[in-house]
């Protein structure tokens, strides 16, 4: 599985974002996608994730009612809609995917810089 994140930038604190995720190669119908992000000096963390069917969701305390995952099965895509961004969201994001029996992400994109000023 290829994945191609896109969508960083930069943001005022309380504006939004949209992450894409484009997976191509297998099929991901048996895969989790999650978004990761790792802020300068800290460890990476996992901020949202959802089975590709069914569509379960998964998202981080830190985040929960801000950030929305969602997919688009027929594009393959995976979104992390971020709302009300704070500048302790500044993180470079991640996606990746694993077989949803897998207990880790086999699979990464190349992160994508999500800078949000004060």
């Known amino acids: 599985v290829q994945l191609q994140a896109s969508g960083g930038g930069v943001v005022q604190a309380g504006g939004s974002l949209r992450l894409s995720c484009a997976a191509s190669?297998?099929?991901?119908?048996?895969?989790?996608m999650g978004w990761f992000r790792q802020a300068p000096g800290k460890d990476r963390e996992v901020v949202a994730s959802?089975?590709?069917?069914?569509?379960?969701?998964f998202v981080a305390d830190s985040v929960k009612g801000r950030f929305t995952i969602s997919r688009d099965s027929a594009k393959k895509n995976v979104y992390l809609q971020m709302n009300s961004l704070e500048p302790e969201d500044t993180a470079v994001y991640y996606c990746?995917?694993?077989?949803?029996?897998?207990?880790?992400?086999?699979?990464w994109g190349q992160g994508t810089l999500v800078t949000v000023s004060s």
């Open positions: 990746a995917a694993k077989h949803h029996a897998a207990t880790s992400y086999d699979y």
């Open positions: 959802i089975r590709w069917s069914p569509p379960t969701t």
């Open positions: 190669g297998r099929t991901v119908s048996s895969y989790v």
